[in-house]
């Protein structure tokens, strides 16, 4: 316990210094050059993905996180470097990073899907699973727990900062408590869960129940949202206009929900 909070200290801060330093060499890059008057979009969305790139790995060479990096990489570049593209390729780099993360959910979504499969076949056999015996790599008790646990955390952190948000915000632009509700469990489907899961640098027997358990638990979270909605164009926003999300939830997260868009889930 003491060594993974010590790793929690040092992994967290770091990673996050590398990302939000990258984003803002970006930025400063991207002004300096004046891209926002040029049109190369192909050369601006290039610096972009090399950053990501870069970042990434080289926040992984050090024996830090790379994803976190990443991600805060994201978020500074949507806050600062953005704005200094020019239109052609903020348009273009909208367009690119929704198919990416659109490709990566499929992606991410088939892989869940073997898991659950693959791990089901192992469990049904006396097949070792790096020396863990098939009916033993599946532990019920804690998938049952795990999503417990998930769902109190994810309401630990979705509605206190909803509230908090609200408080800033006119009564029009407020979160509504359906919305928290959206956020809560939509919030819930873990790539980057699964990600660490499968690459967890572990040597003991008992790390083969965390994929499962994982896998198992995201598709029970993710079946209700998976269901087409019998009244899919009748979700209004606030203001009155048709769309699938609520505009001041949409801002209350215009960050880091865009920045997840971008580079997260890639």
Known sequence: MTLASEQLVQILPLSLLIG?????????????LGMQHQSRAYAELSLLLVTA????????????????????????????????????????????????????DIALSIILGIAVIDYLVHGWTDVRVDGVQGHEVWDFSFVLSSVVVLLLARALNIFPLTELANCCRRRADQISCRMQLVMWWSGLRGAVSFALAMTLDDPRPERQVMPP??????????????????????????RGEKGCHSAAAGRAQSGTSHAAEMWGDV
């Open 20 to 32: 939000v330093s990258a984003g803002l060499l970006t930025a400063l890059a991207t002004k300096r």
């Open 53 to 104: 790139l870069l970042t990434y790995t080289l926040t992984d060479e050090v024996a830090l996180s790379g994803i976190l990096s990443l991600f805060f990489a994201g978020v500074t570049m949507r806050h600062y470097t953005y704005y200094n593209l020019s239109p052609a390729a903020q348009a273009t780099s909208r367009t690119l990073f929704a198919t990416l993360a659109s490709l990566c």
């Open 213 to 238: 358990a994982h896998a198992k638990a995201t598709g029970k979270r993710l079946a209700p949202l998976a269901r087409p909605s019998s009244h899919p164009d009748t979700l209004r926003t606030p």
